[in-house]
Structure formats: structure tokens, C-alpha cells
């Protein structure tokens, strides 16, 4: 494989988007999230090696840095970190928007029938590759990514993303019953898979590793436990499952497992309640779970189009961000059974959801948990997810006009809040003007 070409020192102009706080901080009314976004109107972001080098007032920096350094003018745009999608199936990528089912159902009459022809490397590689072209052109650059049971899928999805130089999380789908023969490993098979993988994968370049069993209905409790045992015998590793979608899975989970003591002590037992453990939705959790969870500083990813186009339920995301023991949280698209691989977009979700049990997202607090806190839920602080100098220049440049809509609102706007409000209700893949990942244009 050849190595991904370093790219040339390269000087952005826009406005840029930071924070001088946690928007969460001190709860959902506070008032600490009209304060916590930091706009640099006229900015200037240096990318060297990368990376960012440096950033500031245009004005300011650019005299003292040499005058033939080639710059991407995107003044008018805001300039932020790429988008981090803590959640998403890239093998459902052909099985988006089927019609008509509920979880359990959606999974066997749509999921199954797609996912079983990712043993074909050809056909990984190809969907692996039109799925990385329209992560990045949301504006997506880092992505919590389920692949299949066939270690095929995964090696497609890993050389692709190395190919591109993207930061990703994926790892193979453990599963050793209540799934079709096709898509079914074994406890064992599945352990020496998934390790081979981690050998090649984990830390190769900016790729990393996540074990995967797919939610605890198709695990038997010795492939939980083998998921535990490989997270233990690596450090660094991620561990990504499901959790608590809808209440007939909790159901059938307490079915088949009648020695714990509910969904989330299965994976406890196993020991996969953890940091740097993606759970996806835990639309369902209890009060003890969200002190479980806030105790294991494990993430939740949210993922409001998922759950709303499975009629799933409305996940209670200020009662995990509850500042006396927050939850992590980020957000996630959960294509395929989200229907849309756009961050901006799951925003806009997050947001009606979050109304509709009487709570008001502010745009600072959802573009936190669509970048910087997403990177903290993940672990990834200091690595991705802000605009701050030695970090990975993984880059997001928005558009707040870009369509005739949009354009009408903004031009209306009162303030920047105003401006990212209007984005994150009225955006999508439109709004995204350019995408930069390691500093190297790549939408
Ligand atoms: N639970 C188990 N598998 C899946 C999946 O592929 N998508 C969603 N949304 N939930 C799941
Ligand atoms: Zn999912």
C-alpha cells in the first residue's frame, strides 16, 4: 500500500469555529451555551505536515508568514473540525430508506439479504469506497463504523480509508446465533478474526480498531466474553455495540439472558462497559443505567434519524448529559437505518427530539456533540475535533448560504448562534463547501 502523500503547507481563510467551553457545563438552561461558541470572524488557520500549526486573526498572522504559501479562500464561510458520526453500518448503505419495519423485522427482511454479500470482496470494496465519497462530502471525517461478520468487509473498508488517509473506528460484526447461516461466525471464529484484523489494523497509519459484536441477541455469552478478552489483551481498542433501541429487544434480551440483571449487566459481565465503548442509541436506559454508564465512562451514541425512522422512541438526551453525572454522548447517523449520512441533518433530529420532551438544543451544544465533545466521548481529545494548533487538520468548511432557503434565512440572522442554528436546521450535504482530511482537500 502506498503511504498517503504528505500534503503541503496550506493557509485557510473563513470564519472559525471554537469554544471556550463546554456548552453542557452547567446544564440544558444556563446559558453557558449561548456563551461557548468562539467565533474568529476574519480567521486564518495554518495546516503544515498535517496538521494545524498555527491559527488566528487574518490580519494578524498573515504578514508573518511568507507571502507564497497557497491559500483556500473561504471567506464567508465558517471553518470548523470535520464531523464525527459515532454510529454507522457503511454494508447498509444500498438498504437505506426500506420501507415499513420495526427493528427485528427490518433487520431480517432488509439488513440480512445486503449484508450477505459483503463475503464478496469485489462488492465490499466498491460500496467501502462510494460510502467513504459521501461520508466526506457531509463533511464527515471520522466515523464509528460497523462492517459485516466477513473479515473481508473489513479489510475493504480499512484499505480504503487508509488509501484516503481518514481517521476511522470499524471492526467486524461478531455474531454466533438468532442470524442467518451466511452471517453467522462462532465464538472462536470470530475471536481469531476479529484478532488477525486487530494485528493488521489497529494503529496502522490513522486507522483503529473496534470489536464489534452486534447487539446481545446474537452473541452467545462465550462470544461476549472472548469480545472482552480481546479488548483486554489490547490497549486502545474500541468495543461498539447496541443497547437498548427498542423495548422488544430488551425483552428478548432479558429472554436469553435470565442471569443478568438487565441489557446493560449483559456486557458488563463481559466486561465491555468501558472507555472508549461506543454503545449505539440506549434510547430505553434506566436511571441506574445512566449511572453506569457515566461511572464507565463508556459513549452513547445518539442517533435521533435512526430511532425516529424505526419508531424506536425518543432518547432522553439531557437526562444523560444530566451535569451531576454526565453520560458521554455523540452523535450518529446510524445508516442504514438512518436516512441520512449527514451530520447536520442527524442535528436537525437531535433537535426536534430533544423538543419534543421539552428541552431546547442549543446549535452550540449539537455542533459540541457532532465534533469536539464527540472527540471526548471517544477519547480522541487532543487528537481530532477542534481548531487548535498540533491538532489533526480534519476540517469542515460550511456554507451558511449556500441554498436559496438558507441564503433568505441567514441573511437574517442576529447573531452567530443565530447563523449555526439556521445550518443545523436548514443544512446538509449542500452547505458543506470543502472537506479536508490531514489537512489535504478531499470534498
Ligand atoms: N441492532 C442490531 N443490529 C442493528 C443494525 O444494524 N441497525 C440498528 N439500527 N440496530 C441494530
Ligand atoms: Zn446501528
Same mark, same amino acid.
Given at each position: 500500500?502506498?503511504?498517503?502523500?504528505?500534503?503541503?503547507?496550506?493557509?485557510?481563510?473563513?470564519?472559525?469555529?471554537?469554544?471556550?467551553?463546554?456548552?453542557?457545563?452547567?446544564?440544558?438552561?444556563?446559558?453557558?451555551?449561548?456563551?461557548?461558541?468562539?467565533?474568529?470572524?476574519?480567521?486564518?488557520?495554518?495546516?503544515?505536515?498535517?496538521?494545524?500549526?498555527?491559527?488566528?486573526?487574518?490580519?494578524?498572522?498573515?504578514?508573518?508568514?511568507?507571502?507564497?504559501?497557497?491559500?483556500?479562500?473561504?471567506?464567508?464561510?465558517?471553518?470548523?473540525?470535520?464531523?464525527?458520526?459515532?454510529?454507522?453500518?457503511?454494508?447498509?448503505?444500498?438498504?437505506?430508506?426500506?420501507?415499513?419495519?420495526?427493528?427485528?423485522?427490518?433487520?431480517?427482511?432488509?439488513?440480512?439479504?445486503?449484508?450477505?454479500?459483503?463475503?464478496?470482496?469485489?462488492?465490499?470494496?466498491?460500496?467501502?469506497?462510494?460510502?467513504?465519497?459521501? #461520508? !466526506?462530502? /457531509?463533511? &464527515?471525517?471520522? @466515523?464509528? %463504523?460497523?462492517?459485516?461478520?466477513?473479515?473481508? =468487509?473489513?479489510?475493504?473498508?480499512?484499505?480504503?480509508?487508509?488509501?484516503?488517509?481518514?481517521?476511522?473506528?470499524?471492526?467486524?460484526?461478531?455474531?454466533?446465533?438468532?442470524?442467518?447461516?451466511?452471517?453467522?461466525?462462532?465464538?472462536?471464529?470470530?475471536?481469531?478474526?476479529?484478532?488477525?484484523?486487530?494485528?493488521?489494523?489497529?494503529?496502522?497509519?490513522?486507522?483503529?480498531?473496534?470489536?464489534?459484536?452486534?447487539?446481545?441477541?446474537?452473541?452467545?455469552?462465550?462470544?461476549?466474553?472472548?469480545?472482552?478478552?480481546?479488548?483486554?489483551?489490547?490497549?486502545?481498542?474500541?468495543?461498539?455495540?447496541? #443497547? !437498548?433501541? /427498542?423495548? &422488544?429487544?430488551? @425483552?428478548? %434480551?432479558?429472554?436469553?439472558?435470565?442471569?443478568? =440483571?438487565?441489557?446493560?449487566?449483559?456486557?458488563?459481565?463481559?466486561?465491555?462497559?468501558?472507555?472508549?465503548?461506543?454503545?449505539?442509541?440506549?434510547?430505553?436506559?434506566?436511571?441506574?443505567?445512566?449511572?453506569?454508564?457515566?461511572?464507565?465512562?463508556?459513549?452513547?451514541?445518539?442517533?435521533?434519524?435512526?430511532?425516529?425512522?424505526?419508531?424506536?422512541?425518543?432518547?432522553?438526551?439531557?437526562?444523560?448529559?444530566?451535569?451531576?453525572?454526565?453520560?458521554?454522548?455523540?452523535?450518529?447517523?446510524?445508516?442504514?437505518?438512518?436516512?441520512?449520512?449527514?451530520?447536520?441533518?442527524?442535528?436537525?433530529?437531535?433537535?426536534?427530539?430533544?423538543?419534543?420532551?421539552?428541552?431546547?438544543?442549543?446549535?452550540?451544544?449539537?455542533?459540541?456533540?457532532?465534533?469536539?465533545?464527540?472527540?471526548?466521548?471517544?477519547?480522541?481529545?487532543?487528537?481530532?475535533?477542534?481548531?487548535?494548533?498540533?491538532?489533526?487538520?480534519?476540517?469542515?468548511?460550511?456554507?451558511?448560504?449556500?441554498?436559496?432557503?438558507?441564503?433568505?434565512?441567514?441573511?437574517?440572522?442576529?447573531?452567530?448562534?443565530?447563523?449555526?442554528?439556521?445550518?443545523?436546521?436548514?443544512?446538509?450535504?449542500?452547505?458543506?463547501?470543502?472537506?479536508?482530511?490531514?489537512?489535504?482537500?478531499?470534498?
Amino acid at each position: 500500500m502506498t503511504p498517503p502523500t504528505r500534503a503541503l503547507p496550506r493557509i485557510l481563510r473563513g470564519s472559525l469555529l471554537r469554544f471556550r467551553h463546554d456548552p453542557f457545563a452547567h446544564g440544558p438552561f444556563s446559558g453557558a451555551a449561548e456563551e461557548a461558541l468562539d467565533i474568529e470572524p476574519d480567521g486564518l488557520l495554518l495546516i503544515e505536515n498535517g496538521k494545524i500549526a498555527q491559527i488566528g486573526p487574518y490580519g494578524v498572522l498573515r504578514p508573518t508568514l511568507p507571502p507564497d504559501l497557497p491559500e483556500d479562500d473561504h471567506s464567508g464561510c465558517l471553518i470548523g473540525p470535520g464531523f464525527i458520526d459515532a454510529h454507522v453500518h457503511y454494508p447498509q448503505l444500498r438498504a437505506v430508506a426500506s420501507y415499513g419495519e420495526q427493528l427485528l423485522t427490518w433487520l431480517t427482511r432488509y439488513i440480512f439479504p445486503e449484508e450477505t454479500r459483503f463475503s464478496d470482496p469485489a462488492y465490499a470494496a466498491e460500496v467501502a469506497r462510494i460510502f467513504l465519497d459521501q #461520508l !466526506l462530502s /457531509t463533511g &464527515t471525517t471520522t @466515523a464509528a %463504523v460497523y462492517c459485516t461478520v466477513h473479515p473481508e =468487509s473489513v479489510e475493504a473498508f480499512f484499505a480504503e480509508s487508509a488509501r484516503r488517509n481518514t481517521r476511522m473506528i470499524a471492526g467486524k460484526v461478531l455474531m454466533d446465533r438468532n442470524a442467518p447461516d451466511a452471517l453467522c461466525d462462532t465464538a472462536q471464529t470470530g475471536y481469531d478474526q476479529s484478532r488477525l484484523l486487530i494485528d493488521r489494523w489497529h494503529g496502522t497509519g490513522r486507522q483503529l480498531y473496534a470489536v464489534t459484536p452486534r447487539f446481545a441477541p446474537t452473541s452467545t455469552p462465550e462470544q461476549l466474553r472472548l469480545a472482552g478478552i480481546l479488548l483486554d489483551e489490547t490497549p486502545g481498542l474500541y468495543m461498539q455495540t447496541h #443497547l !437498548l433501541e /427498542t423495548q &422488544t429487544e430488551e @425483552a428478548w %434480551v432479558r429472554r436469553l439472558f435470565p442471569d443478568r =440483571s438487565g441489557y446493560l449487566d449483559v456486557y458488563a459481565h463481559a466486561g465491555l462497559v468501558r472507555p472508549r465503548a461506543i454503545f449505539g442509541h440506549g434510547v430505553h436506559l434506566s436511571g441506574h443505567d445512566r449511572h453506569h454508564c457515566h461511572d464507565a465512562r463508556c459513549a452513547i451514541a445518539h442517533c435521533p434519524r435512526s430511532n425516529l425512522f424505526l419508531g424506536s422512541g425518543n432518547f432522553d438526551l439531557f437526562a444523560a448529559l444530566d451535569p451531576g453525572r454526565p453520560v458521554r454522548v455523540a452523535l450518529g447517523s446510524d445508516v442504514g437505518a438512518g436516512d441520512s449520512l449527514s451530520i447536520l441533518r442527524v442535528m436537525n433530529e437531535a433537535y426536534k427530539v430533544a423538543h419534543a420532551r421539552g428541552n431546547r438544543l442549543h446549535p452550540a451544544q449539537s455542533y459540541w456533540l457532532a465534533t469536539t465533545g464527540a472527540a471526548c466521548a471517544l477519547e480522541l481529545s487532543g487528537v481530532i475535533g477542534e481548531l487548535a494548533p498540533g491538532i489533526e487538520a480534519d476540517l469542515c468548511v460550511l456554507d451558511p448560504a449556500a441554498t436559496p432557503l438558507s441564503a433568505e434565512r441567514v441573511s437574517r440572522a442576529e447573531s452567530w448562534n443565530d447563523v449555526l442554528f439556521a445550518l443545523t436546521m436548514l443544512g446538509d450535504d449542500r452547505h458543506v463547501r470543502a472537506t479536508y482530511v490531514a489537512g489535504t482537500r478531499a470534498a
